[in-house]
């Protein structure tokens, strides 16, 4: 353990880091400021300190921003961030499975903060109660893709394995996945791909399907043309093991839930409103869609599963090693890796909806 201020082997760790702090909530330009705040410590032999390279940016973290979601007490200023990528900087006396200048890349436990990764130091936990999600990265892995994977990965593998009792044990399965493009999307297509003697199938716009063919969709339906939509209903019912859904709403539910066998199961990461948190929630809100959540659980024709908290030691155990082996990768654009300081940028392009796989904030 050392004090802020001094040298851990070549490593000086400053007393004072830049952070992206939300200062209110609301909009970007108006609540995300690129300040100067105290280094975090390590304080207990439990403690990790990390020298960020690279920060994942979700949607819920602008929801939160916006706040647009119910959460009481979200108070500013706060450093929102879950996913990261770096180097192990200082450690307590109880950390053995890391070492000084070891590359990691993991999740802390809040993305809405707030000690989040949007920072050039962040402090994680082996501690059972406070730690987050903590991986050696492997080389094969770049920063900024590493720090892509936590909580969209996490979701994408949830959403799928969650859903899978009732994929036949033998014979083609069929997977459908709608938002295929995002940053869950790209994954979920990657990940179905693993099962054995799976078709997977993206639901995403023209202008992105040759991306998600080359994630290995075996087609891809273009949802702006009502054609092809309609054509998918028609042709495809009663013919799918599982519908993955990225983006959320009853309008989508409504269209596509005849393809489900009648073992399918409907698999969202979003619920009944579309790009849920993009506009503001009361509580009411959300009691009516858990009202809608429940009645589908219970009354709806097919299976209906939602993925709600994304766990971090799936993150450890079972979605690591699939990184690892070079099975699925971070989908990158180099126009959307931004600078920690223009975050603002980052944020204003994950509320647009219009993200093509991962957002990241180089640090
Ligand atoms: N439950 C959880 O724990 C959990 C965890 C992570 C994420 N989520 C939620 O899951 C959702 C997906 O997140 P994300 O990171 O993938 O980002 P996202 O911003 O929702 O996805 C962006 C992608 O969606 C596509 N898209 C937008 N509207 C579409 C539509 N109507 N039909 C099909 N595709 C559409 C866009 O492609 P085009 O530009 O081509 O339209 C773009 O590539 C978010 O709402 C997020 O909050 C939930």
Redesign the pocket.
């Known amino acids: 353990m050392s004090a802020a201020g001094t040298t851990t082997t070549n490593h000086v760790i400053p007393e004072m880091m830049h952070a992206l702090q939300v200062v209110k909530l609301g909009l970007a330009e108006e609540s995300l400021q690129y300040n100067q705040v105290k280094t975090p410590k390590v304080t207990s032999p439990h403690d990790i300190l990390i020298e960020v390279r690279a920060a994942g940016v ?3 973290e602008a ?1 939160a921003r916006q706040g647009n979601l119910p959460i009481p007490f979200l108070s500013t200023p706060r450093i929102m961030g879950s996913d990261y990528s770096g180097i192990v900087v200082d450690k307590g006396a109880k950390v053995t499975e890391f070492n000084i200048g070891d590359a990691v890349y993991g999740s802390l436990l809040q993305p809405i903060g707030p000690n989040g990764s949007y920072a050039e130091y962040i402090l994680t936990s082996r501690s059972y109660l406070y730690g987050g999600a903590i991986i050696k990265k492997p080389d094969n892995i770049s920063f900024e893709e590493a720090a892509g994977v936590g ?2 990965l ?2 994408a593998y ?2 799928i394995a969650g859903s899978s009792y009732n994929l036949p044990k033998e014979g083609t399965k069929k997977i459908l996945v ?9 994954y979920a297509i990657q990940y179905a791909k693993t099962i054995p003697d799976t078709q997977v199938i993206g ?6 399907a040759k991306l998600v063919r080359s994630l290995g969709a075996d087609d891809v339906i273009d ?2 043309s009502k054609e092809a939509m309609d054509t998918l209903v028609k042709d495809e019912a009663r013919t799918y093991d599982m519908i993955v859904d ?4 009853d309008d ?1 539910y409504y269209q596509v839930i005849s393809l489900l066998k009648k073992k399918g199961v409907y698999s969202t ?3 009944p409103s ?5 506009q503001k929630q009361g509580l009411l809100d959300v009691a009516k869609i858990g009202m809608t959540l429940l009645s589908r659980k219970l009354f709806g024709s097919h299976s209906y599963q ?5 766990s971090w030691k799936v993150l450890e155990m079972e979605v690591a090693p699939l990184l690892a082996s070079g099975k699925i990768k971070t989908v990158l654009r180099e126009d959307q890796i931004f600078d920690l300081k223009d975050g603002v940028q980052a944020h204003k392009k ?1 509320e ?7 957002i990241i904030l180089r640090v």
């Open positions: 979700n949607p819920v929801k909580i969209a996490v979701t949830q959403a709608i938002g295929a493009s995002g940053g869950v999307g790209t639901v995403c716009s023209g202008k992105n949802y702006t990225c983006i959320g709403g989508y990461a979003v619920g579309i790009h849920f948190g993009a939602i993925t709600l908290i994304p994950i647009s909806h219009r993200t093509v796989g991962k």
